[in-house]
């Protein structure tokens, strides 16, 4: 079985400073990675995906995540947040033999503040 | 078009009631997802369709009754209702047979609450 561990519920910073949301996996098989954002009151946006490849996977609004599979970790990060980024961020897995569970991380509440 | 679309956005009914949660996508998808998010919790899966037949049902009590009829479209029928039942219900949808079905985009959901 997968399961996914967002250790940090919620990361307070500040406006224009650098953030890391973590995320570690456990999986006995070969597994995608996935992040995806939640507005409020909105459904979710996949922001960015690691299938196979470089390890280090960029968003076209400034988020990065680097697969490392020795410490079975995908953490996410910005150098320099915008009050716009507060929102839930959830890491996902699934298995790469069956594409439909998502399993989903606890879920980490970014907040931004000016 | 990469969008899915849900309707209504917002449902209020009793326990006694009958209703229906639409779901829309017109990107070519041929698997399609309902899904249970709770406050503050991640989403968890309900049901998967494939090529429009049930391929995944996640022991969802009878008294929700998905349903699709076409490829672009998804229902999922609400009847007897409970309280606990309230939540925000969404839709995804991914493409199937290549690596790119791993990627599942998702609506912007309904909100039901049931009293």
């Known amino acids: 079985a997968q399961s996914v561990t967002q250790l940090d519920s919620q990361v307070p910073v500040f406006e224009e400073a650098p953030v890391e949301l973590r995320c570690n996996y456990s999986s006995s098989v070969s597994v995608y990675l996935f992040w995806y954002v939640q507005y409020p009151n909105q459904g979710l946006q996949l922001l960015l995906k690691?299938?196979?490849?470089?390890?280090l996977v960029e968003s076209i609004n400034g988020f990065e995540a680097e697969f490392n599979k020795s410490q079975t970790s995908f953490h996410l990060r910005k150098p320099s947040v915008h009050i716009s980024d507060t929102a839930e961020y959830f890491c996902a897995v699934t298995r790469m033999d069956s594409s439909y569970k998502l399993i989903f991380g606890s879920g980490t509440r970014l907040l931004v503040r000016p | 078009d990469t969008e899915v679309t849900q309707t209504p956005k917002h449902l209020v009914m009793g326990m006694t009631n009958k209703k229906s949660l639409k779901c829309e996508q017109h990107?070519?998808?041929?698997?399609m997802y309902w899904y249970k998010q709770k406050a503050k919790k991640p989403p968890e899966l309900m049901f998967v369709y494939s090529y429009e037949k049930l391929s995944i049902n996640e022991s969802v009590p009878s008294r929700f009754s998905p349903e699709c009829p076409n490829s672009s479209l998804l229902n999922l029928h609400l009847h007897a209702l409970q309280p606990e039942d309230s939540a925000l219900y969404l839709c995804?949808?991914?493409?199937?047979?290549?690596?790119?079905?791993?990627?599942?985009?998702f609506g912007p959901g309904t909100r039901l609450t049931v009293t």
């Open positions: 990107m070519g998808h041929r698997a």
């Open positions: 995804a949808s991914s493409q199937e047979g290549t690596r790119a079905s791993y990627e599942q985009y």
């Open positions: 690691y299938l196979s490849g470089s390890t």
